[in-house]
């Protein structure tokens, strides 16, 4: 079975300063991929990044790194220079990659709120 | 816009009541995948299709449940007898068959359903 914790239900952040989102997860699966979603208010799921458990490299995507270490089963989302639209609800997720099941696993969220 | 769209986006029916969403993926998406989320959680997985198979379906998939994606495009998702614990926003999401290794799933605005 796989659980995504995400221990912070709330975090603010002043415009144009970075903030680190946790996610820890647990699995026993040896391939394995994290994925980071953003939900604003309409309620639309949005894909943000992607790290392979096999990555060696932390992903990076624009203002979107994660900040992945497979030893202490984390993969912290790192937002630098936030925007106002940032503001949201921030999902961490993952699924079983080497086997035909294709579910994704979400942790209950972070409401992130980006203030000026 | 060709995204993933739900129809409707809001639905409120009395206790003992039918229901059917209709999703329509990305056209050129072969797999399709059903998700429930709850206030103040992340999304749980229900279901998924490649192309018209059902290939995976979640514990949480009650008998009160049928998922259909008859010509291999838009599914729908019926709950017969609906019970108030079945008030929750129903997800849709596609992906590609060949695509990017992660397969990264593209969600709808999803559909509410307030059960009375």
């Known amino acids: 079975a796989q659980k995504i914790t995400q221990t912070q239900p709330g975090m603010f952040v002043q415009e144009k300063e970075a903030v680190t989102l946790d996610c820890t997860y647990d699995t026993s699966d040896q391939s394995y991929g994290l994925f980071w979603y953003k939900q604003p208010s309409s309620g639309e799921m949005i894909f943000l990044i992607y790290q392979g458990s096999y990555d060696e490299q932390n992903a990076t995507e624009g203002r979107y790194s994660l900040n992945f270490q497979k030893a202490r089963k984390s993969a912290n989302l790192v937002i630098s220079a936030s925007q106002l639209g940032d503001s949201a609800m921030y999902f961490c997720a993952m699924r079983c990659m080497d086997t035909g099941r294709r579910a994704l696993t979400f942790g209950s969220g972070t409401r992130l709120q980006v203030q000026p | 816009d060709t995204g993933v769209s739900q129809n409707p986006r809001h639905k409120i029916t009395k206790r003992g009541q039918n229901v059917t969403f209709r999703c329509d993926p990305i056209?050129?998406?072969?797999?399709l995948y059903w998700y429930r989320q709850t206030l103040g959680q992340g999304p749980e997985f229900l279901t998924y299709?490649?192309?018209?198979?059902?290939?995976?379906k979640s514990r949480l998939l009650s008998d009160r449940f049928s998922a259909e994606r008859p010509k291999g495009s838009f599914s729908t998702l019926e709950i017969q007898r609906t019970e108030q614990g079945d008030s929750a926003m129903y997800l849709c999401?596609?992906?590609?068959?060949?695509?990017?290794?992660?397969?990264?799933?593209?969600f709808g605005p999803g559909t509410r359903l307030t059960v009375l």
């Open positions: 999401a596609s992906s590609l068959v060949q695509g990017p290794p992660y397969n990264e799933q593209f």
């Open positions: 056209s050129e998406h072969n797999r």
């Open positions: 299709f490649q192309n018209e198979a059902q290939l995976e």
